[in-house]
């Protein structure tokens, strides 16, 4: 359930009404940086529910109580009906420009890193990427990544151009570290039902970009959302990536569909990884355009300096000459949709 405050509730009425909530083993999580305050109520409520919402209900400067019969709560835009604003250093996601978080799908080497984090910079990419501890990759005999040496890389590419990092973590044990290094923690599409991962990084302060399980229901992936949420963390990115396919057209299957779900659904940023939803570097300007027509909040794209000898995705990513002209496709629609980019 769901408390609305009245708007002029005061500080010492919403602490009373998070007292009345602990006092019956419940957990109250507060909405952060809206101007409404919405006390979300999380634990197993058995009995006496009626009753429960009718006493919340009774407190000074409670609003109304609602029951929210959904199975995700704390990600839900019931419990927080704004779009919500994630400051990265200086670039704003979630809020009216689309941010392009570009970069390869694995750091390699140092040249590599350094001369594809400037070119997609040059280009309009507002955050870089680069797999390094470690990637999920389907066979043990695939390049794993560079592990800890990628993540110093990445973080002096970072001094280089000024971009904040993104990088995946697969494992609980090794958040810390990668929290050390980046300024977003990726968890992805084979660890979206990695719980003791979620609320390992739902106990850590860095943003988190949670991918979409390829044969995930939107509502399971809300519900992956709220393990992160529940620790303490608010800040968390959604980003779809393509689900399973009948077709062997694509990779995967781009649910466009499932970004305007999202967007809906959820007040957390929301974006579209054009790249593992298809497989496919000719299907990058199309999918990601369709994301952004659909409400998308960002893309991630990967791209290379010289995708030919990639260790990884090849055939996905692009050149960075393609990435550049690419980007005014991607400005128009944004224009097209009221968005900046
Ligand atoms: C990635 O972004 O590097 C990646 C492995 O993607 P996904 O988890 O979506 O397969
Ligand atoms: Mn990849």
Not at 282 to 301: K, N, Q, R, S, T
Request: aromatic letters at 6%; proline letters at 6%.
């Amino acid at each position: 359930m769901i408390i609305i405050m009245r708007k002029d509730a005061n500080e010492e009425q919403i602490e009373r009404v998070k007292k009345e909530v602990r006092q019956v083993q419940l957990r109250p999580f507060i909405n952060p940086g809206v101007e409404r305050k919405v006390i979300a109520v999380i634990g197993e409520i058995t009995l006496g529910k009626v009753a429960l919402m009718d006493h919340f209900a009774a407190l000074e400067g409670v609003e109304r109580v609602d029951p929210i019969s959904k199975p995700y709560k704390l990600s839900s835009r019931d419990y927080h009906p704004e779009d919500l604003v994630i400051k990265i250093g200086e670039v704003e996601v979630g809020g009216p420009e689309v941010i392009i978080i570009a970069g390869p799908c694995a750091v390699e080497t140092r040249e590599q890193i350094i001369e594809t984090a400037k070119a997609v910079k040059a280009a309009g990419a507002k955050i870089l990427r680069g797999g390094a501890f470690r990637k999920p990759r389907t066979f043990p005999n695939s390049f794993q990544g560079l592990g800890e040496e990628g993540l110093k890389l990445l973080a002096e590419v970072r001094e280089i151009t000024g971009l904040p990092i993104i990088t995946e973590v697969m494992s609980p044990e090794k958040v810390d570290l990668i929290a050390k290094y980046a300024d977003i923690l990726q968890i992805g599409a084979r660890n979206v039902q990695n719980f003791d991962l979620l609320e390992a990084v739902g106990r850590q302060p860095k943003p988190v970009f949670l991918k979409r399980g390829l044969a995930l229901k939107i509502k399971e992936y809300l519900g992956a959302v709220d393990y992160i949420l529940s620790e303490g963390n608010p800040n968390v990115i959604v980003c779809e990536r393509g689900v399973i396919n009948f077709d062997d057209e694509m990779r995967n299957l781009p649910d466009i569909g499932a970004v305007a779900v999202l967007k809906r659904e959820t007040y957390l940023p929301v974006f579209l990884d054009p790249s593992h939803a298809t497989g496919r570097r000719d299907m990058i300007e199309p999918v990601g355009g369709a994301g952004i027509a659909a409400g998308a909040d960002g893309l991630m794209i990967e791209v290379h300096i010289r995708p030919d000898q990639a260790r990884s995705d090849a055939v996905q990513q692009l050149w960075p000459e393609q990435f550049q002209e690419m980007m005014p496709k991607f400005r128009a629609v944004a224009k097209a949709v009221g968005r900046e980019l």
